[in-house]
């Protein structure tokens, strides 16, 4: 008598024969469309969107040539943009006053410039996360030269040699006239965007609290897949001279011990302007607040 042995088929059950009931949608214009709406209803962020680009135009001149007493006009309201549902309650207006650079753009401190003060109603306190954006118009950072203008060796901060730089893709920001490597070599680098974005400043709010920093950090703003491409140079300062735009914040246009070159391993501005736009028109994130409420009311 042969020997029993155990079946191997499976039970014969909706679950084990694939007998189960399904629902197989079809996607159809119709169904997919308000889905998407809907969405995006829902999860809509607020938003407040202000071109300063014309703040030296069209902004008053304080009488004061000093800019100790600024003079603030209504912004007009093509320059700005709100998804608040109650835009009325917005008022924006500008100023400019002299101001020295920040001591990052202006190691000796005798640099002064134009600034653009403006005053904004916040209409709704914000939740955290709150993110602030730098746009640009009209940059074509996807241009196939303007694209492949770095690097790479040289951002993870190994020492490149001269020659290497000159036969790469950094060209024309590649070696100055001295000899010595620009760093950071390309294009890219050399545009980095460089206005100061300061933190805003609660003046008046209905609770009655006044002058209050709300503090944008630039920690994380990188995506971490982007950190782990940039890393503190090797190179020595008497090999490196910084980029072509960059060197007015340089004392003579050198590195040296007190005005060291940037470490980029940290600088997570640097990082995020590093990773290329797609499209000519695009913003870039500057700083977010991931714990804090901003208050509505009037700040600067």
Request: contains cysteine; glycine residues 4%; hydrophobic residues 35%.
């Amino acid at each position: 008598m042969a020997p029993e042995t155990k079946s191997r088929k499976p039970a014969n059950t909706a679950f084990k024969q694939q007998r189960l009931k399904a629902w197989q949608p079809i996607l159809t214009p119709k169904t997919v469309l308000p889905t998407f709406f809907i969405i995006g209803i829902i999860f809509a962020p607020l938003e407040l969107q202000i071109d300063y680009t014309f703040c030296d135009s069209l902004s008053p001149v304080p009488a004061d040539a000093l800019g100790a007493e600024p003079i603030f006009s209504d912004t007009p309201a093509r320059f700005i943009t709100s998804s608040f549902p109650d835009d009325s309650q917005i008022k924006v207006s500008w100023a400019k006053i002299i101001k020295l650079l920040p001591p990052k753009r202006n190691p000796t401190g005798d640099k002064a410039v134009w600034n653009c003060l403006i005053r904004f109603t916040l209409p709704e306190t914000l939740k955290p996360p709150v993110f602030m954006y730098y746009r640009l118009t009209n940059f074509y950072q996807n241009h196939r030269r303007y694209v492949k203008s770095f690097d790479a060796e040289q951002l993870k901060g190994k020492a490149v040699p001269a020659n290497t730089i000159k036969a790469g893709n950094c060209k024309p920001m590649d070696v100055g006239e001295d000899g010595k490597i620009i760093y950071p070599c390309g294009l890219i680098a050399n545009s980095q965007f460089n206005d100061t974005l300061f933190d805003p400043v609660l003046r008046v709010s209905p609770s009655g609290a006044q002058n209050v920093t709300y503090t944008f950090s630039n920690e994380s703003i990188a995506w971490p897949s982007d950190k782990e491409k940039y890393k503190k140079t090797q190179y020595s300062l008497d090999q490196i001279r910084p980029p072509l735009d960059w060197v007015a914040r340089y004392p003579n246009g050198t590195y040296t011990e007190e005005f060291p070159p940037p470490d980029i391993e940290t600088d997570e501005h640097f990082q995020v302007w590093m990773r290329t736009a797609g499209l000519p028109d695009f913003r870039k994130l500057w700083g977010k607040n991931e714990n804090q409420e901003m208050i509505n009311g009037d700040y600067q």
